[in-house]
């Protein structure tokens, strides 16, 4: 049973940062895909962030990985108010059927 676990969360001023982690129990190369998703209240969850196989910027947040510690990062930097949500570690498996996988969350608040 494949287990995601994320940490990081937390509460963070507007123009602060934080680092997400999210750590799997198996090896994150099984993966097809990895991505960091966010659900604020009342609203949908959304993509934030997919994973390649090196770092990627998207605006103020960077996805890096490292795979001999099997844990993917989001590094969030100017962070702003409406970034608060709790953030979800999300990894998809392809053989003969779709494998999908969540962590169960981690709280980031940030304060005005």
């Known amino acids: 049973q494949v287990q995601l676990v994320e940490s990081g969360g937390g509460l963070a001023q507007a123009g602060g940062s934080l680092r997400l982690s999210c750590s799997a129990s198996?090896?994150?190369?099984?993966?097809?895909?990895m991505a960091w998703y966010r659900q604020a209240p009342g609203k949908q969850r959304e993509l934030v962030a997919e994973?390649?196989?090196?770092?990627s910027v998207k605006g103020r947040f960077t996805v890096s990985r490292d795979g001999a510690k099997n844990t993917v990062y989001l590094q969030m930097n100017s962070l702003k108010p409406e970034d608060t949500a709790v953030y979800y570690c999300?990894?998809?498996?392809?053989?003969?059927?779709?494998?999908?996988?969540w962590g169960q969350g981690t709280q980031v608040t940030v304060s005005s």
């Open positions: 198996g090896s994150i190369s099984s993966f097809n895909t």
């Open positions: 994973v390649s196989s090196g770092d």
């Open positions: 999300h990894a998809q498996r392809r053989f003969l059927r779709v494998y999908e996988y």
